[in-house]
């Protein structure tokens, strides 16, 4: 039982660079989000979906895109990463029952 | 706009004493709420969760926490804290038809022998 799986776990990129964060989920949920943690803020939601083919911006949406091709796979963009997009970043999904499963994080360094 | 304060940065507490982490919602709807935990380098999880009914809600190892409406608060407790609860929690406020969780800046607890 898989749950929710984030790739990769860490990455270091150069400022400029691209990357995509991949989530899937073996739930069958409709509704992922991917979240910030940075030290003192507790989680900010960057984007979310509430099912396949629709994304909505969430608290801190800029420098990101997001994509929800199929559903199960919500994918997390930085077309042009900054040093301010150093941070911990999570997906997560939300079953019927409005509880909320979260992936192991995934750490971003942009140097 | 939903929002979570949780006013206490940082708790130390003695190995087998009693625990109590705060939190505080402001929501002009009926809220869910959640407690999850946080070890180092690890995602969250869930500690327990209120959508209605019973006030006193029971989670896992042993964490309870109380929906206070008066107060809007929904503090966690635990009677007796072990070394392995150090770690990081987190308080989140939602509402039905509100596709956003919020979550406070989290209490990170400290355990001493």
């Known amino acids: 039982n898989a749950g929710v799986t984030q790739t990769p776990k860490f990455r270091v990129l150069k400022t400029g660079q691209s990357m995509t964060l991949l989530c899937a989920q073996d739930m069958n949920h409709e509704y992922m989000y991917w979240y910030r943690q940075d030290p003192g803020m507790g989680l900010r939601l960057i984007h979310y979906?509430?099912?396949?083919?629709?994304?909505a911006k969430g608290e801190v949406p800029d420098g990101y895109n997001v994509s929800r091709l199929k559903k199960q796979n919500f994918l997390l963009g930085l077309e042009s990463a900054a040093p301010s997009q150093t941070s911990v970043y999570f997906c997560?999904?939300?079953?019927?029952?409005?509880?909320?499963?979260f992936g192991e994080g995934s750490w971003l360094t942009v140097v | 706009a939903q929002s979570v304060t949780q006013p206490d940065i940082h708790i130390t507490v003695s190995e087998g004493a009693s625990l109590e982490l705060r939190c505080n919602y402001s929501?002009?709807?009926?809220?869910?709420l959640f407690w999850y935990v946080q070890s180092p380098g690890q995602g969250l999880q869930l500690l327990l969760k209120?959508?209605?009914?019973?006030?006193l809600v029971q989670g896992i190892k042993g964490f309870e926490a109380e929906f206070k409406r008066s107060q809007s608060s929904f503090n966690l407790r635990k009677p007796s804290v072990h070394w392995s609860d150090a770690a990081e929690y987190f308080c989140?406020?939602?509402?039905?038809?509100?596709?956003?969780?919020?979550f406070g800046t989290g209490t990170r607890l400290t355990i001493i022998p």
């Open positions: 209120y959508f209605s009914g019973d006030t």
């Open positions: 989140a406020v939602g509402s039905f038809g509100n596709e956003k969780l919020t």
């Open positions: 997560a999904s939300r079953s019927s029952g409005n509880t909320i499963y």
């Open positions: 979906s509430v099912g396949e083919g629709t994304t």
């Open positions: 929501y002009g709807a009926t809220p869910y």
